[in-house]
């Protein structure tokens, strides 16, 4: 069970922090342990009911940029140790992640790839088709031109990762309210003011607009422009098999992935380029697409010809957070006082949460500029100073 507050929300809090996912929840349990008191997490629906609990649940260091190489790595030496730090099983594995192309185009980005990583103390290897086989062994690999692949990727449960930030926070006095919704954010003469949610108003200096794919339409009520669209993702679970696949396998060539979960199951998702955009939240649309169901469904027996005899379970759907780099905008903004946001993650605020929330945590106690929030502030869209990574998959 995990500890959540009942009854009427508190008048006053140090730290209000919008949103039950992994960012919030991690933001806030941050927070805590560096002696904040009289934290509240604010959750409309239940814990991982945006799209943490719709994830794949993936977590890589293999990027093209430095500065995403660097912060996925401190997640992943995290996620190494969150059972334990957390006191609860987040089933972390790492199988690691092969990633395929079938362009010989790619292969010098492919290439220059597992130099950077190397040089960053990522384990990554460059493979050729054939080589890939000894990592999964069934895999088509006709069409394959290269991959590369790190064995220190891997996988989490992302409701265990949420439910055992929740406990954790309880332990350190973090209050959580879930079934409650924040309907305004209060802001005066520059500062935060606190937010009216529909079970009370709560006044409070820091206010983290953790929000997700809601983040957007919160921020605007304080008059922060957040340049993020909101885009409909998927994914197919299989029935259980026996063990057969270690690795999470994407593709940079259609965006496909797939790893088997605990249960045995195929679970996985692919991007689709025709799906519309979205910024308004009562657009958004999380039901699953036959359309999908099909995509998914050639993509995989095309790469993994067994899967044919395999039947699809279920499938559901989640929205991405998305910015115009596909980077996540963190820090505040100038003017506004207490105001703080964590979001436009697209495809990996999971992987990225537990680092993210602690370099926050420690920025919004302290004031110390941090290099990597400062390069995802809001104004590098401004400045016009965003980063392309090759690995941006979906
Ligand atoms: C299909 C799919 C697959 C993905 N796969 C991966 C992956 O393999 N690896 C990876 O790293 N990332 C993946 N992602 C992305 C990842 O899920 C998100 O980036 C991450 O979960 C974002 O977490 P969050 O806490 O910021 O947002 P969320 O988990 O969406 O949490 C925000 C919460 O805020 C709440 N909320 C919203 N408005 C309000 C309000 N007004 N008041 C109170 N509460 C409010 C919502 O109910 C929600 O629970 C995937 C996403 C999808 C959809």
Known sequence: MIPLSRGPVPATADAVVIGGGINGLAVAYELAGRGLKNIVVLE????????????????????????????????????????????????????????????????????????????????????PPSDCRKIVPDLDVSRLVGATFCPKDGTAYPFAVVWGYARACH???????????????????????GVVTD?????????????????????????????????RHEIMVSESLKPFLDPMVISITNGIYFSQSLRGEIVGGIGDPHEPHWTDPAEFDTRSQLVFAVRFARALTALYPRAAQVR??????????????????????????????????????????????????????TGRPDEIITSLSLDRFERGDLQADAFVVG
Request: hydrophobic share 40%; net charge positive; with cysteine.
């Open 171 to 193: 332990r350190r006095g973090v209050r959580i309210f879930i079934r409650t919704t924040v309907k305004e954010m209060l802001a005066q003469d520059g500062r935060m003011r």
């Open 199 to 231: 079970r009370g108003v709560i006044h409070a200096p820091v206010v983290v607009n953790s929000a997700g794919p809601w983040a957007r339409h919160l921020a605007a009520q304080v008059g922060v422009s957040l340049p993020n669209r909101q885009e």
């Open 312 to 365: 699809m379970m279920r499938q559901w759907a989640g929205m991405y957070d998305v910015t115009p780099d596909h980077r996540p905008i963190l820090g505040g903004v100038p003017g506004l006082e207490g105001y703080h946001h964590i979001c436009g993650f697209s495809g990996h605020g999971f992987m990225l949460g537990p680092v993210t929330g602690r370099r926050m945590a420690e920025h919004i106690l």
């Open 44 to 127: 409309s629906r239940y814990i991982g009911s945006g799209s943490t609990g719709r994830c794949g649940g993936g977590i890589r260091a293999q990027w093209t940029t430095k500065e995403n190489i660097r912060l996925a790595q401190e997640s992943v030496a995290m996620y190494e140790n969150m059972s334990a730090e957390l006191g609860y099983q987040v089933f972390f594995r790492q199988g690691g992640y092969l990633m395929i192309t079938e362009n010989e185009k790619d292969l010098p980005a492919l290439r220059d790839a597992v130099a950077l990583q190397n040089s960053c103390g990522v384990p990554t290897e460059f493979l």
